[in-house]
């Protein structure tokens, strides 16, 4: 047992998977969480994801050793706000959002003295949503990124960092500016560019009378997977994490008018050797064991 | 049996998996086959791809019923040059190239008159290429699509359609110029704007010290897996699908414009609706069983 009482706020996708996770393992006594909407709150309840399920976050925070906010980035602001005043004296208050210094922002001014915030982004997740999404193995192998101030102190930064290798992650700590430079390449781009192609293809669907659905071939598929993530989610990724966002599609931009220009001109050496040095990387993400060659890029659901 | 002998002018993943299909359902007497590269000739032997290798395509074209070139699109016009003279009289002559109507072009002019051409694209492919990467049941389940021109006798394509039914593929009919749009929207724009993503990243880890493939997450994951295809098959697509690439890169630069602006001027709204409409398409492709959504994307190789 690491953390007497956990309370989770919000109960969809990451917080399920922590509530299993830290279960698995018995890394907590008693784990309770509330979401916004009753309907979560009752499937939650039924499917027994947590120990008990709150009506609201005030009560569920009462008495919790630690706390994770897992709601869209957007609405940390707001949470934070309403449970501040509840919070136990020494309790460590953490969440899970894929843009940290936005959050910090957004959630520092609420938290009474005494309170220790270690803000975290576990790199793991599915296009899927909602308190009956999550699995216990989600984190199995998974980064998670941990961007606490210097205020925090060191050995509650150490309890919390093995509270999530014990439950499968591989625990890293950085700054959260960086976290936020970093993560726009990997993922936060990627996302708005695939959502960009899927939208395109949904134009001219109606052009060619679903022959872009029927015949999607690899590449768009992966697309479309991407671009089925969740809209709430996506929209407060991008809001809050606009100035890296649109640093690194500027960049992108400019390499993909030189492609473009490269297809007009018809220079083929251009591309050749574009084509051959994005084929390294891939090699160097197998080595980093961050991805699989299996067909299922080690994605499987193994419980 | 549809054809007492087939002959397969290149060696690598599309033709291996072709012999293996026909041979799976013993589709063809004999499958023989020839490659440029002395390495790939006697990979293809020592591993039995085909029944006979051929050093040249000359050679290999002898006698054959159906003659199936599985070379990159740029290398079509070359060998169709060098094995025109040497096809039997009536025989059906085929391609594999993923663009179509620019292959046409290039092949059509060295074929003898009573000689038959009836261009396909099977829509089925891996990141992985060479004599040893083919596999029985590559086309299992894909489309395969049929470009022939009206001059192609209508007995004729309906056999060719029944191989590459019975090889496990979906077999349709389209003009060549329509395949060329649809596939610039639903494979070639998703790959070179992967290529892009992935060459940005590749200029930023200089900068951030290999963290960008440490902490790669879904979504640049999956982007690497697409930019790891075969740079010559991918150039020679581009440089032969110019028209439809670059209008459907006009429409998708266009459209990422308007989501950049969404970000900058922090329009939620724009965001949120854009990312439910992306949304909706994903359960279109699964409903049309292009993909299941399992993590694997159905792509288990089950031989
Ligand atoms: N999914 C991923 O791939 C992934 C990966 C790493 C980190 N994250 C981060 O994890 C957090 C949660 O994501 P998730 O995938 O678990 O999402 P999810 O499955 O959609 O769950 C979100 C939860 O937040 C609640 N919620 C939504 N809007 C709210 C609001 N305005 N006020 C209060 N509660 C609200 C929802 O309650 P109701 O169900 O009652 O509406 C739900 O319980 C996000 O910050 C996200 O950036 C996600
Ligand atoms: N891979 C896919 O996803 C996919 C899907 C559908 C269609 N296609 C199309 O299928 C065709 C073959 O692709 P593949 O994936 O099978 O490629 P591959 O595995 O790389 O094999 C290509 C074959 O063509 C030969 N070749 C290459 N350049 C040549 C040249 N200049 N002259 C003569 N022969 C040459 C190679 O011989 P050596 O090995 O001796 O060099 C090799 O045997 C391409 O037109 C491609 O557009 C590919």
Request: charged share 25%.
């Amino acid at each position: 047992m690491i953390y007497k009482r956990v309370a989770l706020i919000g109960l969809g996708l990451i917080a399920g998977s922590i509530a299993l996770a830290a279960k698995r393992r018995g890394l907590a006594e008693t784990v309770v969480g509330t979401a916004r909407t009753a309907q979560t709150r009752e499937t939650a309840q039924k499917i027994g994801l947590v120990d008990e399920v709150f009506e609201t976050p005030e009560q569920a925070v009462k008495d919790a050793d630690l706390v994770i906010l897992c709601v869209p980035v957007g609405a940390m602001a707001a949470v934070a706000a309403q449970i501040g005043p509840h919070l136990k004296a020494g309790c460590v208050i953490s969440d899970v959002g894929s843009v940290k210094q936005a959050v910090i922002d957004a959630v520092s001014p609420h938290l009474p003295d005494g309170v220790i915030f270690i803000p975290a982004h576990p790199l793991a997740g599915t296009e899927h949503s909602g308190p009956e999404a999550g699995f216990a193995t989600l984190f199995d192998n998974r980064f998670c990124l941990l961007t606490p101030t210097d205020a925090a102190p060191v050995n509650e930064v150490a309890r919390y960092r093995d509270f999530w290798e014990q439950m499968g992650a591989k625990v890293e700590q950085m700054d959260a500016e960086h976290h936020d430079r970093v993560l726009a390449v990997t993922s936060h781009v990627p996302h708005i560019i695939a959502y960009t192609m899927v939208g395109v293809a949904d134009d001219l669907r109606r052009v060619t009378n679903s022959e872009v659905i029927k015949y999607s071939a690899a590449g768009f598929r992966d697309f479309t997977r991407i671009a089925a993530s969740d809209p709430t989610m996506w929209r407060d990724v991008f809001l809050n994490n606009e100035a890296a966002t649109l640093e690194i599609l500027g960049r992108f931009t400019e390499e993909l008018f030189a492609l473009q220009r490269a297809i007009r001109k018809g220079d083929g050496e251009l591309l050749f050797d574009y084509f051959t040095r994005t084929r390294a990387i891939r090699r160097g993400i197998l080595d980093a064991g961050q991805d699989t060659d299996a067909p299922d890029f080690g994605r499987t659901r193994s419980d």
